[in-house]
């Protein structure tokens, strides 16, 4: 096994930018749009941006000579909206700009949804069931449709022409080109061709052969397609409202007010008003407001939701103190130190932060192949009607085929591939305790090769728990535990807790002490049924005059090699036993470290506790590599550091103190049972708090992954294979539309293989 000391790494000295600004972005519609962006601010001199399509924000450093304005002109030139976000006055820290908004946006499209899928299915319906087609049933058709062309798939025409106008092409541009062509033949055909007399049916006719196409209408592909792609949308769109849920749930982790002596006085005040060098009361089982240090009084402060540290820290007057952390003991005074940015909570805010922005967006594999495929396939259309019309002299026949060219390559199953494969894989895992949140998280558990596992409330329960207890000769186990746990159970502290816990499981019901006395730093004395009891340090035992014997101080001694607490327990003048606590490991975690193993993983512990308890636990569950004593922003250099080693690292963590190493490792994993932060931080989360779910998301993820590309290659292998025959005029776009429909059906069918994953 082998233990890593934290490094303590050090910005080099470089040269500062000028200035830094944050900007606002609106009117992204995909990942290339953030590219594009970051691309145009980059050319600029002496500018370096970053674009996050997550949080619709751009994070710009600028020299001196260039002007805030100069920023916003270049993404407005690009076809989007920038502005400055509020001052930090009006802004709530941890919100983004996308949540701070009204749900507006994303209302709207769901409507949309709603409408475009009610009216679409009818037409499909109509188009696809000959028994279906009634007289006049296709300007029924025409009704329906009409809405879902022209309103429903209003966003995409408008991110279409914004493309247009700055000679780009996106998936926008195929999904508005497509229909709007579908649309429009359909209407020219109804209006001046055969398809609008009385009694016209639509069945399916799959010889190749030529046609004008005049008594065909494709309603059904333009409404249809428009219904697909906003279902895709919406669920896109949903994920991103999340962007910064990590850092909301970072900062409402801290106090919202605190009692401030003034004159002697306590008086209530809102956390935002505290100033350094107020002095504050923190009563048992309040959150610390600010860092600070003590002045008045001692107990044990919770420290675990910021530094992974599983044992309650003893603080006295002159300790240093942490704000959000809990104070688990007696009345404390603390003379603030740090408020507002300054502080420890804010720092790890703005960690999370910093690793969201920095985390590179992948690109959806979609959008990559489209960048491509949408302006070739308009070129394609653009050709075919030219050289139809020069060689047939046939308007309509070229016109027939150049449709049918953009009806065979129009996204339909494209639209599909994704949120289909992603919806099926997504329902399968929260049946087994595991959330993805998005297409881009599945391509990061493909490449990753190391996993580095937090140890409490992950490896371990992150409770404390009663392990052993060891008897002298002559000694009751049971009376020994009553006695002990009767006197634990009137103390506050959480080891105190754990072993009248323990008692009452294994000795039953408990007996009320009497003149019980809490001494602080040592543990606790009192009488119960008539005996002096003592339990706590050995120093304690000691200042009674009483020594532990040999075979418990080897018990003592050896229960702390192993980074246990182990805890004296005295009666009527003599050392009777020693309870050892610490935090269980919980019992799948090998079985969970092997599976990881057999993933092709390595896996890694990273702890803020003591070396010792972490190498403890790493040789039960069977890890070799073990990283202890970190501070949260350690945690983020170690990971950045195995990056640089040229490793995919994989993050699972459950703490406040994980949620910034969760954003920067290149796949996050956050238990369920952790905090919000962490959760939100994380790009998987396993509901269930079991390690083993860790190994099944991975595999989840991966298949989901696998069935994501071949519905991909599918839904371009059916359309592209065709759009040679539609150009030669070998296919009418009756033919098109029914080849489009089936590679849609073969993609939702092996999307839903993925609901037998076990």
Known sequence: MT???????????ASVPASEVELSIGGMTCASCAARIEKKLNRMDGVTATVNFATEKAKVSYPEGVEVADLIATVEKTGYTAEEPPPPATEKPGVTEAEARPDGELLSLRQRLYVSVALAAPVVLMAMVPALQFDNWQWLSLTLAAPVVVWGALPFHKAAFTNARHGAATMDTLVSVGTLAAFGWSLWALFFGMAGMTGMRHGFDLTVSRTDGSSSIYLEAAAGVTAFILAGRYLEAKS?????????ALME?????VAVLRGGKEIRIPVGQLAVGDRFVVRPGEKIATDGTVVEGASAVDASMLTGESLPVDVAVGDPVTGATVNAGGRLVVEATRVGAGTQLARMAKLVEDAQNGKAAVQRLADRI????????ILLALGTLLTWILV????????????????????????????????????????????????EVLESTRRVDTVVLDKTGTVTTGRMTLQDVHVAKGADREELLRLAGALEHSSEHPIAQAIATGAIERAGSLPVPENFENVAGLGVQGVVDGHAVLVGREKLLKEWAIELPRELAQAKAAAEA??????????????????????????????????LRRLGLEPVLLTGDNQLVAESVARAVGIDQVIAEVLPQDKVDVVRRLQAEGRSVAMVGDGVNDAAALATADLGLAMGTGTDAAIEAGDLTLVRGDLRVAADAIRLSRKTLATIKGNLFWAFGYNVAAIPLAALGMLNPMIAGAAMAFSSVFVVTNSLRLRAFK
């Open 3 to 13: 233990s890593t000391a934290p490094e303590k790494t050090q910005s080099p000295t």
């Open 240 to 248: 991103k409202r999340k962007a910064g849920a990590a850092l909301r």
């Open 392 to 439: 047939t002299g046939e308007t309509t026949a070229a016109f027939t085929a150049a449709v049918a060219v953009l009806i065979i390559a129009c996204p339909c199953a494209l639209g599909l591939a994704t949120p289909t494969a992603l919806m099926v894989g997504t329902g399968r895992g929260a049946q087994l305790g595991i959330l993805i949140k998005g297409p």
């Open 562 to 595: 192993e980074g246990r607490t182990a805890v004296a327990v005295a009666f009527d003048g003599e050392a009777r036993g020693v309870l050892t606590v610490a935090d269980a490991i919980k019992e799948t975690s090998a079985e969970a470290v092997a599976q």
């Open 370 to 377: 489209s960048a491509v495929f949408v302006p070739i396939v």
């Open 253 to 257: 982790l801290g106090a919202k007010d």
